[in-house]
């Protein structure tokens, strides 16, 4: 029983609203198309609008003023809101030949610099000190070996095994990031 009477209320409903639409959708788009400028958009505040008196159809129906002036003042409150929501947006602004372009993001650059030395700081002290004096301070294996006061080859050997160190923590930290093991 309460779904025949749901079906007849839609039924109902449904025939107000296209009641509505035969006799007052032109004069409802012709007003929203002064309104708003744009056929377009008049004909999305003509549809709002319908939308709006379905959804109220049952005091639209019980009501005893002017349906027309309802339905006139929901499409201009429609326009107002649209007008609103546009001026609360900032504009938009096209690059144009006078406006140079942004060449390239720095933030790829500073999240790779924190990885490398978030690595870097997982090294052992023996190897980040050969890392930093040969390619921090752009020593050479000699001048290195000599200011840390060990050979030469120990300063090769480090630095070989601190690369792989360095390679190994990098691709780990990307796996993670990536989700996808190393």
Same mark, same amino acid.
């Given at each position: 029983?309460?779904?025949?009477?749901?079906?007849?209320? !839609?039924?109902?409903?449904?025939?107000?609203?296209?009641?509505?639409?035969?006799?007052?959708?032109? !004069?409802?788009?012709?007003?929203?198309?002064?309104?708003?400028?744009?056929?377009?958009?008049?004909?999305?505040?003509? /549809?709002?609008?319908?939308?709006?008196?379905?959804?109220?159809?049952?005091?639209?129906?019980?009501?005893? %003023?002017?349906?027309?002036?309802?339905?006139?003042?929901?499409?201009?409150?429609?326009?107002?809101?649209?007008?609103?929501?546009?001026? !609360?947006?900032?504009?938009?602004?096209?690059?144009?030949?006078?406006?140079?372009?942004?060449?390239?993001?720095?933030?790829?650059?500073?999240?790779?610099?924190?990885?490398?030395? %978030?690595?870097?700081?997982?090294?052992?002290?023996?190897?980040?000190?050969?890392?930093?004096?040969?390619?921090?301070?752009?020593?050479?294996?000699?001048?290195?070996?000599?200011?840390?006061?060990?050979? /030469?080859?120990?300063?090769?050997?480090?630095?070989?095994?601190?690369?792989?160190?360095?390679?190994?923590?990098?691709?780990?930290?990307?796996?993670?990031?990536?989700?996808?093991?190393?």
């Amino acid at each position: 029983m309460a779904r025949l009477f749901a079906r007849r209320a !839609a039924s109902r409903d449904e025939a107000l609203v296209r009641s509505l639409y035969e006799e007052h959708g032109k !004069a409802l788009l012709a007003y929203a198309v002064r309104l708003t400028g744009d056929r377009a958009a008049a004909e999305d505040v003509l /549809q709002e609008t319908l939308m709006r008196a379905w959804r109220n159809a049952e005091s639209l129906a019980s009501t005893e %003023g002017s349906i027309r002036g309802w339905l006139f003042t929901v499409a201009r409150n429609l326009v107002i809101d649209r007008a609103r929501a546009r001026a !609360a947006r900032p504009t938009e602004v096209a690059e144009s030949p006078a406006t140079t372009p942004v060449h390239g993001d720095h933030a790829q650059t500073v999240v790779d610099s924190m990885s490398v030395l %978030g690595a870097i700081e997982k090294l052992s002290d023996d190897h980040r000190t050969v890392l930093l004096e040969i390619y921090f301070h752009d020593r050479s294996v000699a001048e290195a070996a000599r200011i840390l006061g060990i050979p /030469q080859g120990t300063v090769k050997s480090r630095s070989h095994h601190a690369l792989r160190a360095l390679r190994a923590a990098l691709a780990d930290r990307r796996a993670a990031w990536e989700g996808v093991p190393a």
